[in-house]
């Protein structure tokens, strides 16, 4: 016997879309469209798109999107709320506050696992004042003309971001914590141009270095959307839209909202 066809209405759409929900289905497009065909269709002729279809049962989309983004990223790199707790446990504490600059990928677990860097300290049992006052400690003999004496020290080569992180990860650190950025640090020592084009040139576009530069813009102030970033950093855009399948998925898998950036005019 042949199975009776749904008769589909703005109303019944609504109703079998909160019947998932409750069920704790996935409504994202892409488990909807494979899943429940029948029901994405219908509600594409209703509704104009399933987003539209979904706020109209009285749940938030965009909530449901970032949710499927958070999931797909831990499924990627393999971290959860235990994992995180488990590497910050690893790390002495007067190095905790630098892990934003050093492991970019816990930084960024943390902050989606618990919601900020500081949550996360704090949930591993530390106190996250006395993270902060150990780091203050640990650089108090790093004037910034002993970084600057120290960089002229070392050769062209040795300057690259790949070696300083491996090699010289202190100096590194110090410098970034005094000028900003490892490329301001190498510009008040005098280095050439060229040189520092070459310490970052030959770098890999790594996940973690691409929300690492995406936070850095972001902390100066710099625009962030797209068309700025295919504009003035292209080797950037580039790379963040073959990892991540777009811009704005880029800039919210580093722990920022991109829909709140461009509307924002500092940054867009």
Same mark, same amino acid.
Do not use: C
């Given at each position: 016997m042949p199975r009776k066809k749904t008769k589909w209405s703005d109303e019944k759409i609504v109703e079998e879309i909160k019947k998932l929900h409750e069920a704790g289905e996935a409504l994202t497009v892409k488990n909807t469209a494979k899943n429940h065909s029948a029901l994405y269709s219908a509600a594409l002729r209703y509704f104009h798109s399933w987003a539209d279809a979904? @706020?109209?049962?009285?749940?938030?989309?965009?909530a449901i999107?970032?949710? /499927?983004?958070r999931e797909a990223i831990r499924k990627i790199t393999k971290w959860n709320k235990e994992r995180v707790l488990e590497e910050i446990l690893k790390i002495p504490k007067a190095d905790l506050w630098f892990v934003y600059k050093n492991n970019i990928a816990l930084h960024s677990a943390a902050r989606r696992e618990f919601g900020s860097w500081k949550k996360a300290v704090e949930a591993a049992g530390y106190d996250y004042e006395e993270i902060n006052e150990?780091?203050? =400690?640990?650089y108090t003999s790093w004037t910034k003309e002993k970084i600057i004496r120290m960089i002229r020290e070392l /050769?062209? @080569?040795?300057? /690259?971001?790949?070696?300083? =992180?491996?090699?010289?990860?202190?100096l590194y650190s110090a410098a970034y914590r005094k000028f900003g950025n490892w490329a301001n640090a190498l510009r008040v020592a005098g280095i050439d141009e060229m040189v520092i084009t070459k310490c970052f040139k030959n770098r890999k576009w790594t996940s973690e270095k691409i929300l690492k530069e995406i936070r850095e813009r972001y902390r100066r102030g #710099?625009?962030?959307s797209s068309g700025y970033m295919q504009k003035h950093h292209p080797s950037l855009f580039s790379a963040a839209y073959?990892?991540?399948? /777009?811009?704005? #998925?880029?800039v919210d898998a580093a722990g920022l909202d991109y829909r709140t950036i461009i509307r924002n005019k500092a940054h867009t």
């Open positions: 979904v @706020e109209a049962a009285g749940i938030d989309y965009d999107r970032r949710a /499927s983004r150990l780091a203050d =400690t640990k /050769s062209p @080569e040795q300057l /690259s971001y790949r070696n300083m =992180t491996k090699e010289h990860l202190l #710099e625009k962030l073959r990892r991540f399948g /777009s811009w704005g #998925e880029a």
